[in-house]
Each structure stands twice: as C-alpha cells, then as structure tokens.
C-alpha cells in the first residue's frame, strides 16, 4: 500500500515537474518569438560605464538593431560597449532545444532557470526573471569561459516592450600597465594588485526608438 | 636689460647650435608619428588587449591627441638635453671661446649680464615647448585627425576631445616651467666651469641620475621625492586625471620656482665673484 | 701732467702663488705707458684687475681721479682694452660684432662702427665672417672694438702677439695714430723690450708679480741708470729711507734693488750711512736692459 503510495506520489511529482518545465519553456518561447518580432530600429543610447579603473564620461550615440544579433553603435567619441557576446548570448541559449526549469517567485517575478540541451552552447545556464508582464527584468548568464553576466532591465511604454535601460555587469580583470608605455613614473601601478577582479558594469538608456 | 636680452637673443638667433634643438623635434615627432601611423594599430593593441577582452572598444584611439600626450613624455629626458646644449653654453661656451672677457669689459654689472642671459635661456626652452606643441598637434592632426584622448596612467581616463584643448594649455605650461628649470640648472653649471660640454654633460648627468634613483622607487627615498625637481617633471599629467589634484600641482609650481631661484641665484652669486681667466 | 689711472699696493694671490705682490704705478693723460715684464711676471693679472675681470685681494685702483666700483661698472665706459688674444663670434661679421659692442655702450650713432672699421683699415671687410680673418686682422679688430665707444684710455695687453715684423709695425704705427690724433692714453703690455721701447714714453717693469722699475723709458733705459744690489741687516731703516725719497725698490733674500745712476751711487752710500744704515755690500748689477733681457733669456 505503501508502496503504491510512494509511486503514487512520485509520479504525481514528476508529472507536476514536467508540467512546470513545459510552462516554462513556453514562457521562454513566448519571450523570444517576441523578440523576433521586433522590427529594425534606430534609437539614442546615453552609456555609463562603472568600472574600478576606468574614468570616462558618459557618452551619447545612436544604436542601430537590425537583429537580435545584429546590433551597431555610432557613438561620439570613444566609447566602451558590451562585448557583442553578451547581446547575442542570450539568444544563443534558446537556438538550440533547451530545459527551461520554473524556480518560484522572488518579489512577484517568475524565475525560470535555462539549460541548454547543447553541449558545445558557450553558456552553461542562464536564469530569467519575468514579471507578469511577460517583461524580462534581470537575467543572469553563466559562460564557459567568459565568466557571468548579470542584466537588470527597465521599462517604460516603449514600443515592442523594449526596455529604456539596461545594465550589465560582468567580472572584469584590473588593468596593469608598463610605465614605460604609459609614462606613469609615480609608482602608482605597484599600488594594484596584479589580476585583481572587480565588477564593471555599463548601463545604457535608451530614447527616442524611430522603427 | 631689454638691451642686454635683445643682444643675447641676437647671439642666439646666429648660432648654428640653436637649430638643432628644434630639427632634433621635428626628427623625433615626425618618427614617432610615422611609426604610429604603420605601426600604431599593432602598439596600441599590445596597451589595451587585457580592455579588448571584457569590453568591444568603439571609437579611434590613435588621434593627434593621444600623440601629443605621448610626445609630452620627451620632456623627461629628451628636451632637456636639447636646452641644456644652449644654455649650458651660455656663459661656459662664451669663456672657453674668449668672448665673455669681451662684454664684461662693457659697462654693465655682472648679475645683469646673468639675467639677461638667463631670460634668453627660459625664452628658448619656451620655443622649444612651443615647437614640440604645435609640431605634434600640427602633424598629429594632418595624420590622424582629432579624437577623445585615453590615458593609460591609474587606469585608463578617456577625455573627451573638446575638454582636451584647455589641459593641454596647462600641461604644457607645466612642462615649459620644468624646461626652465632645466635651463636654470645648466646655467648654474656653466657659470662654475670654463668649457663648454660640462655643463652641457652635467646637467644630463644629474637628470638621468635623479630619474633612475626615484623611479626605481627606493622606500627611503619617498620621502623627499616631492621635493627633489625630477619628480615635477611628470606632473603636467595630472591635468589629464578625471579630478585634477590641484594642491599638488601648486605645489609642484612652487617647488619649481624655488628651484628657479635658488639656481640662478647660485648662478649669479659665482659669476659675480668669479676671476675671469680666460 | 694729470694722472689718468693710479694704481696702489695692489695684491693677488692663487692659494700660496703670489701673482701680484705689491705693486704700484701711475699713468699720465697722453701717455703710451709700457707695461713691460717676462711671460707670467703678473702683467695680464693686473691688467684684468683694472678691468673688473679678477678680483685684487687688496689695494687701490683709481681712474681719473675716482675709485674704480666693481659694483658699478660705469668707469669701463671710459676704458677699452685688447686683453690677450683678440677673441670675437666667430659666425658673426666684423660688423655684427661690432654692433653687439655699440648696443652694450652710451652712443647713439652707428656710423661710428664704419668709422672705427675704417680706422684699423678693415672697412672693406667688414660683412666678412670673424672665423676667417687672418691674425692680424683680428688683431686690427680687437683695437677696433677697444675703440668703438671712444673711450679715454685702451689697455693693449701683447696686440702684437702673433704678428709677422710688418704686422707688428703696422699695429705700433696705429697705436701711436691713435695717441696723436684721438689723443687716447694707451697702456700697452709686452714681454718684448724693443716693442715697448719704441712706442712707449713711459714705462713700469715687473718680475714675479712685483715692481722692478718705473719711470720714463729714456730714462730708465739710458746706459747710465744701472741697477744696484744693496745688503743691510737695518731692513725697517731702508725701507723708510727709500719710501720718504721715493725710490722705487724690491727685496729679495735681504738684498735690496734699486735702479741708480752710476755717477751717483757713492752719494747715495754716503746718504744711507748718515741716517746709520748700516750696509755690508753694495754690488752694481747691470743696465735695466741687460737685466732684463737676462730674464726673458
């Protein structure tokens, strides 16, 4: 009886799992054939960087998204931008068949973990966290050997549900140059700590969407 | 003295020796320049590849800027030996060659003779800074067009090009102050001897020393780095950092011009009681 | 006969070597004084004392009438001197030199730089480069620089040095055009006893930094003034005999020189003895030319 019991109950668990797994993967899906729907845009970027060892102001530009992987910038001036990993990266995870595992609630957002089936994928998971918009807020990527992204999304009536800024942060390695080429003869390169890793993060407003 | 300063300027402008400073310029920018436009992309790459790994950089790095702030660095070694070949000639060059005892047989006292002369010296080392500036601006902009500046110096700052003009103004003048202090130095120098390559070698003698001492960083030299004029030389980069440390920019100044003075009060000291032998 | 230049017990020395030992001499208004004394006997020393070029460790200098101020450098408005050689900026003219002088003096009329040009007979030369004059010409130059702000009195120190006999006449001939003509006080120095004998009126001798002689050329060159050895152990009484009747003397090793006329000497013996001096040898040396010839030999 027992027995029957426990198989009872497993089955029932499991079922319930994949019945979860299924609501997550097509949430996943819905997001991303969302996001093929999206058509060309221009639209102004305003970009920060917050980097231990870098000092820039903040620069304006234009953005030009053709595609998900398809992203330009015609920025005034000399700017640092996302690595175009990090844009293509997250639609990378759901090219190929993916696990899409629902982790519960954190703050009325959905959390949904994402396995990619494919074992040569540059990512090794990602977590999303969807609120009942159906808008992405914050996503966290892991890569093999790129370290991990975090991207934290703000909306604001755009159209297509195109977030008005995103930040990403991401590990970054410490700067350390020779004096000789930098002529910085006051020792100050000594002071860092060589490979020290901090946390930089760039955030991008946009404005001004023209599809 | 403006008659004093008009003849030495004179002398100066007819000497062969004064044109080298500023064809040694002309040599060294135009090289460098070359060498950055064929070779610069592979260079910069070598700086920034650590960057290039966690960020996609958007933007020209190579641009008359950063070619300025990098040919600002000569006034570590390079342009003082080009002013020391001058001014360290100003009074030793005049005795080895006999024509000192000609125009202190003139009716004007010794310290004036100095002054002049000195003021010569600062006027050049002036010239030599503002042929090395629009040289390297001038050519940099013709090669390599305009564009936001990149120091590599505690981090990397990136300046935008048109808050770039005004720091260059200052970073210069605080090179020039640096040159004439240079210039002050070798001065001293030849007021002590009779020929003219000692002080031409002394004073590139005690600059390299100096730098090599305090660069290698020696704990117990920190001490009295900030004091020691060497140190200042590099200062003129701190008008390139995102908040300027303007105390200790004047204090460099100030240090600087103590050093101005008490050279070339050394300087006219001597000279004034010095027996002319030659 | 007014005094242009007076120099007073003037002293310098090199840590123990003794350029300058003492020595004093005046210069009249007019003269050609000879400045006469082996190579290294102080001539040049002094000479550049009087110009502010060395500093004297003591004694007095005076241009007419007024003490030479090394603080204030006007009285050299009223010397020009050659002093050795005649050294100029090499990669600038004759003229261009020249001008550099005139800007550094009181006048305002340029021609005056022609003038002295024409002077010393390189007027046709005069946008030609320094660095390639023969000797002479820069000889000729360097009078014409110490003539360029028309002083008083031109201090020419060896102005013949280098020269081949028809250069030496020609720049004797020019001194003394420039004595007679400009009326110019020259103080010429040499080591050349017939350079100095031939143009100077007046002259001083000097050895190892001290005076020997002084007085008229003629006089002091006349067979008849000879010089005498005096040896006295009464020093301090001498010495007093000598400064209160104004003869000129040196000592060496207790031994006393004086330049003397020979028909005179038993007067002076018979002098010294009355004011109890007490002399244990008097020996006569030999004319002021053998003497110094003997020198320069």
Redesign the interface.
């Known amino acids: 009886m027992i027995r029957w019991l426990l198989i009872l109950l497993f089955g029932f668990s499991t079922s319930l799992f994949s019945a979860q797994s299924n609501d997550a993967k097509k949430r996943m899906l819905n997001m991303v054939g969302k996001l093929e729907k999206i058509p060309p845009y221009t639209c102004d970027v305003k970009i920060n960087i917050d980097v231990k060892f870098i000092k820039i102001k903040e620069r304006v530009g234009k953005m030009i998204y053709r595609s998900p992987d398809d992203i330009d910038y015609n920025i005034k001036g000399f700017a640092f931008l996302p690595k175009k990993e990090m844009g293509t990266t997250s639609t990378s995870l759901f090219k190929e068949d993916f696990i899409a595992i629902d982790m519960g609630k954190e703050n009325e957002e959905q959390i949904i973990k994402v396995i990619p089936m494919d074992i040569n994928s540059e990512i090794v998971t990602g977590q999303f966290w969807i609120d009942s918009a159906d808008l992405i807020q914050k996503m966290i990527l892991i890569t093999k050997d790129k370290g991990s992204y975090t991207a934290e999304m703000s909306y604001n009536d755009t159209p297509f549900d195109l977030p008005s800024k995103i930040s990403m942060s991401f590990d970054v390695k410490n700067q350390k140059m020779p004096a000789l080429l930098t002529g910085d003869l006051e020792g100050y390169a000594d002071e860092m700590e060589e490979d020290e890793v901090s946390k930089g993060t760039i955030t991008i407003t946009y404005s001004n969407h023209q599809f | 003295m403006i008659r004093l300063i008009n003849i030495e300027l004179f002398k100066i402008v007819k000497r062969p020796r004064t044109y080298i400073g500023f064809l040694a310029i002309f040599l060294i920018v135009g090289a460098l320049q070359l060498a950055m436009y064929f070779e610069g992309e592979e260079l910069i790459s070598i700086a920034i590849q650590n960057l290039e790994n966690d960020f996609r950089l958007e933007g020209k790095i190579i641009n008359a800027n950063l070619l300025t702030y990098l040919l600002l660095n000569s006034i570590i070694i390079h342009i003082p030996i080009l002013i020391c070949l001058v001014t360290g000639d100003a009074i030793a060059g005049e005795a080895a060659s006999g024509t000192l005892r000609l125009i202190l047989q003139r009716p004007f006292k010794r310290t004036e003779i100095y002054i002049a002369k000195a003021i010569t010296g600062f006027l050049y080392a002036i010239a030599l800074m503002v042929f090395l500036a629009t040289m390297t601006y001038g050519l940099g902009m013709l090669l390599f067009g305009s564009g936001d500046l990149i120091v590599l110096r505690r981090g990397v700052t990136v300046i935008a090009s048109d808050d770039v003009s005004w720091r260059f103004f200052y970073a210069f003048c605080s090179g020039t102050l640096s040159m004439i202090v240079v210039a002050s130095l070798s001065m001293m120098i030849s007021s002590f001897v009779n020929n003219a390559i000692g002080p031409i070698v002394g004073t590139i003698a005690i600059l390299i020393g100096l730098n090599i001492i305090f660069t290698l960083g020696a704990p117990i030299f920190k001490d009295i780095l900030p004091y020691v004029f060497t140190s200042h030389f590099i200062k003129w980069q701190y008008f390139f950092d995102f908040d300027i440390d303007k105390l200790a920019l004047q204090q460099s100044v100030m240090v600087q011009f103590i050093y101005i003075l008490i050279f070339n009060l050394i300087g006219i000291w001597n000279f004034s009681r010095k027996d002319i032998l030659t | 006969m007014s005094v242009i230049l007076e120099v007073k017990n003037l002293h310098k020395s090199y840590q123990s070597f003794k350029a300058v030992d003492d020595i004093s001499f005046h210069v009249n208004k007019g003269d050609i004084y000879g400045f006469l004394g082996p190579n290294g006997a102080g001539k040049s020393t002094t000479l ?1 004392m009087i ?5 004297p460790d003591s004694g007095l200098i005076q241009l007419d009438g007024g003490r030479v101020d090394y ?7 009223q ?3 050659l ?3 005649p ?6 003219s004759a003229y ?1 030199n020249l001008k ?2 005139y ?4 006048l305002k009329d340029i021609r005056i730089i022609d003038d002295v040009l024409k002077e010393v007979d390189l007027l046709e030369r005069k946008k030609d480069k320094v660095g390639g004059y023969s000797q002479g010409m820069k000889q000729r130059l360097g009078i014409a ?1 110490a003539l360029i ?1 028309q002083p008083e009195l031109i201090i020419l120190d060896e102005p013949s040095n280098g020269l081949d006999p028809q250069g030496q006449a020609d720049m004797r001939e020019l001194i003394l055009r420039i004595n007679k003509e400009r009326g110019i006080t020259v103080v010429i120095s040499s080591h050349i006893l017939a350079e100095i004998e031939k143009i100077s009126n007046r002259m001083i001798v000097i050895n190892k930094g001290r005076k020997i002689a002084e007085g008229a050329v003629n006089q002091l060159m006349s067979s008849e003034s000879i010089k005498i050895q005096i040896k006295t152990k009464s020093h301090a009484e001498i010495e007093s005999y000598f400064n209160t009747h104004l003869i000129t003397f040196t000592n060496e090793n207790e031994s006393y020189y004086i330049q003397w006329e020979e028909a005179k000497i038993d007067e002076l013996i018979k002098n010294l003895n009355s004011e109890n001096i007490s002399l244990y040898e008097v020996k006569q040396m030999k004319t002021l030319e053998e003497y110094f010839l003997n020198l320069t030999n």
Do not use: C, P, T, V
């Open positions: 550049r110009l502010g070029l060395i500093r603080q204030n450098k006007k009285y050299l408005n010397i020009g001197a002093i050795e050689r050294d100029f900026y090499k990669n600038l261009e550099i002088l800007r550094m003096s009181k620089q702000h």
